[in-house]
Nanobody, 121 residues
């Protein structure tokens, strides 16, 4: 089994930055891809960003249109940790952010419990 633990959420002002971290533990050899979903208040889950790859295979990244150019996803495979650098935050980014991981780029077999991000205007 794989466990994911997110950290880094908080309360910030519009225009500020936050960095979310997602540490994987357990059978991390099962993980090829890691990423983030978010659920804004009263809305459905949305895919934010995803990354797969390692030092032997080129990294693939996906960003939702709403965060492209503001968020950066990267990972440290030695630490089995993924990061989401969130810059120029907007009130619309307010959500609970969930880390996901899976054996393929589009598979989200494992989920964290979430970390809350609140951006005030």
């Amino acid at each position: 089994q794989v466990q994911l633990a997110e950290s880094g959420g908080g309360f910030v002002q519009a225009g500020d930055s936050l960095k979310l971290s997602c540490a994987a533990s357990g059978r991390t050899s099962r993980i090829t891809a890691m990423g983030w979903f978010c659920q804004p208040p009263g809305k459905e889950l949305e895919s934010v960003s995803r990354i797969s790859g390692n030092r032997w295979n080129a990294y693939s990244r996906y960003y939702a249109y709403s965060v492209k150019g503001r968020f950066i996803i990267y990972r440290d495979n030695v630490k089995s940790t993924a990061y989401l650098q969130m810059n120029d935050l907007e009130p619309e980014d307010t959500a609970v952010y969930y880390c996901t991981a899976g054996p393929e780029f589009l598979k989200n077999d494992y989920w964290g419990l979430g970390t809350k991000v609140t951006v005030s205007s």
